[in-house]
């Protein structure tokens, strides 16, 4: 099986020490999870 990259998403960056600090990264891909799960449920998310 070949994986493929259909489409890409950016969620929140920020400076080292800036506004997002206090944010796990998780909190920060939430929302983007939420949005596509509501469009179609997705076969495999990979965060990096």
């Not at 969620?11 to 400076?15: A, E, K, R, S, V």
């Given at each position: 099986?070949?994986?493929v990259i259909v489409e890409a998403k950016r969620?929140?960056?920020?400076?080292k020490?800036?506004?997002l600090k206090n944010y796990r990264p998780e909190q920060l891909a939430a929302p983007l999870i939420?949005?596509?799960?509501q469009m179609r449920t997705p076969?495999?998310?990979i965060l990096g």
């Open positions: 099986m070949q994986a969620t929140p960056f920020g400076d020490n800036g506004m939420r949005y596509l799960s076969d495999d998310v």
